[in-house]
């Protein structure tokens, strides 16, 4: 599979709010995607898959690593060459109301990607939105309203056609239906899998939610405080994840198969805080199955039979 976008030792640091030290927000994080595969990253609020999002559009600079797109080294690009490169990566953000501008028509906010970068002609232009409501479920109508008026639901539409007006290669989709209810989160998730389809898109999909990445995703990403603690083919990390973490989280999935629900493993401790990542296995304060070596060394990623983790009782 041809890489569309590859990540290499990605790291993120921010002053600390006490003005002392640093907080380490994504610490060497890599990642491949290729062509028309969905990345799923999942892991706690905190956890540092928002930063790593926003470093991969360089909406947020990295302190140190590599992002190459199609083989093009993106952070040696200077403001134009990067501007150009944004036509192939866009970004869905989870709440559509506050990415939307209220002052702005549906059809102004579509077409605004298509202005910045001179496509078209005025009139080929009023035709491209109308063919963008019309793929992502809008009426026609919607192109002359403004955000206000539609639901969450719709919102999202809108900020999904403004993401691939400019016919993209790669959308990072930064918890596209955390902020939706049930049965709109499913039209949404049918909807980007469409997309997906018909404009051999690759994503990138952000969630705290494993039922949601598992339903979506081709390979699983878990972060943990900054750091990949598991990767690997979604339905093996999510039927047998290697990482106590993963495993906790996968225990607290919702199973309607009342033969296959398993025991709910509760984390004890305090959700993480990068602002204070513990010495050794940054998981170790809440692993139920810590050992000694865990509170000192940190674990590398090591391959398990389908997929790899960072955990010393590989
Ligand atoms: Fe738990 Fe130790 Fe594995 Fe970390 S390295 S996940 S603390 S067993």
């Known amino acids: 599979m041809t ?5 290499r030792h990605l790291s993120k640091t921010f002053p600390a709010r006490d003005g002392k030290g640093v907080v380490r ?4 994080v890599s990642i491949t995607v290729g062509e028309g595969e969905t990345l799923g990253i999942v892991g706690e609020s905190g956890c540092g898959k928002s930063t790593l999002a926003r470093m991969l559009l ?15 080294d993106l952070l040696a690009l200077g403001p134009s060459g990067m501007r150009a490169r944004r036509r192939d990566i866009q970004i869905v953000f989870q709440d559509p109301y506050a990415s939307l501008d209220p002052r702005m028509s549906v059809a102004q906010i579509i077409a605004e990607p298509l202005d910045i970068h001179g496509i078209g002609s005025r009139a080929e232009r009023r035709e491209k939105v109308r063919a963008l409501l019309d793929l992502v479920g809008l009426d026609q109508g919607a192109g002359g309203r403004y955000p206000h008026e539609f639901s969450g639901g719709q919102r999202q539409r809108i900020g999904i056609a403004r993401a691939i007006a400019l016919e993209p290669k790669l959308l990072v989709l930064d918890e596209p239906v955390s902020a939706l209810d049930v049965s709109i989160q499913a039209q949404i998730i049918n909807l980007l899998d469409d997309l997906k389809g018909r404009m051999n898109l690759s994503y990138v999909f952000i969630s705290h939610d494993l039922s949601v990445v598992q339903h979506v995703s081709d390979r699983v990403l878990v972060m943990y405080l900054g750091r990949v603690v598991e990767l690997g083919p ?6 047998a994840p290697l990482h106590p973490y993963t495993q906790a989280l996968v225990s607290a999935v919702p199973e309607i198969d009342p033969q296959q629900r398993k025991a709910r493993i509760i984390l004890p401790g305090d959700p993480p805080n990068p602002e204070h990542i513990p010495p050794g296995c940054a998981f170790h304060p809440r692993c139920p199955k810590a050992i000694g070596i865990c509170k000192t060394d940190m674990p590398v990623a090591r391959n398990g039979e389908t997929h790899s983790a960072a955990c010393h009782l590989l």
């Open 25 to 28: 927000a994504v610490n060497d």
């Open 58 to 72: 360089r909406l947020i600079e990295p302190t140190s690593g590599e992002i190459l797109f199609l083989g093009e």
């Open 234 to 239: 979604a339905q093996q990390v999510l039927e």
């Open 3 to 7: 890489a569309v976008l590859e990540a």
